[in-house]
């Protein structure tokens, strides 16, 4: 829990250390988190400027850019380009990761046990209920799985975790797709509540015999025991940088209008199936045009400078040829 003691910890110093002339303040997605608060910290450094982010659930950001409490807000599920329109938006990725499955089974280490979509789906449908079900021992023969019931663990926020999960578990499970769907917030059929990447991480680290879902670097950090997965050729892949990297291949962000865009379940032997990117949203015509200019100076930064950052901790820069789309829609879309 210590990783989670200090990203909390960055954030609250993160938000003492923000009341500068113009002042940075973001709300938002728990996924890019770990890498907001590595960025802040050293921006702070280098410019003397701090930056205030909650890391909220990306539903709480939506609505706080929305109501312009705050300079920015992040969110994992993009916004649709008809809503950019009406709420007067702009949108970009900032930065892409992966979500993982998290398990809490004594004498499992990290990847050993391995899912497919579908089986995923039926243990969140609640079809699945128990760790030695047929489903999870044929996809593992060689693991002694226990016969205790699976404690699932799925978020209680507004998420767009959830939204990315979700919209994966719809591709491959058509049960899934009809009775559940994809969304930032769904009817759970089953499972106990957690709010944000922190919570549900604590949960699963706490609750033997559980399943969850978080972002890899929470996973990573954490030391939760992740597992692998069959990805949309059929192929076991291991959640690895490699791995996010081959789906986030795939994406074309220069035809995708709004940079909407959705990466779960991406072609190619070697693709995690659950990456994702996670967007920054901000106003075209801002409040504050001092603190909306200060914080498009930070994310200029954040892709000139952080990229070393966000892959220690297993996070995908966005590319070079993307970075010049988003600065032209900055000059472009952005009133400063």
Known sequence: MNFIKAIVAAGMVAASTSAFAADITGAGATFPFPVYS????????????????????????IKQIIAKTVTFGATDAPLKPEQLDKEGLVQWPMVMGAIVPVVNLE????????FDGETLANIYIGKITKWDDPAIAKLNPKLKLPSDAITVVRRSDGSGTTFNFTDYLSKVSADWKTKVGSGTAVEWPVGVGAKGNEGVAGNVSQTKNSIGYVEYAYAKQNKLTYTGLINSTGKPVQPTIAAFQAAAANADWAKAPGYYLILTNQPGETSWPITAATFILMHKEPVDKAASAEAIKFFKWAFEKGGKAAEELDYIPMPEPVVKLIEKTWSSDIKS
Do not use: C, H, M
Not at 52 to 58: A, E, F, L
């Open 38 to 61: 590595k960025w802040a910290d050293t921006y702070k450094k280098e410019t003397g400027n701090g930056l205030n982010y909650q890391s909220i659930g990306s539903g709480a950001g």
């Open 107 to 114: 004498g499992i280490k990290p990847g050993e046990l391995v």
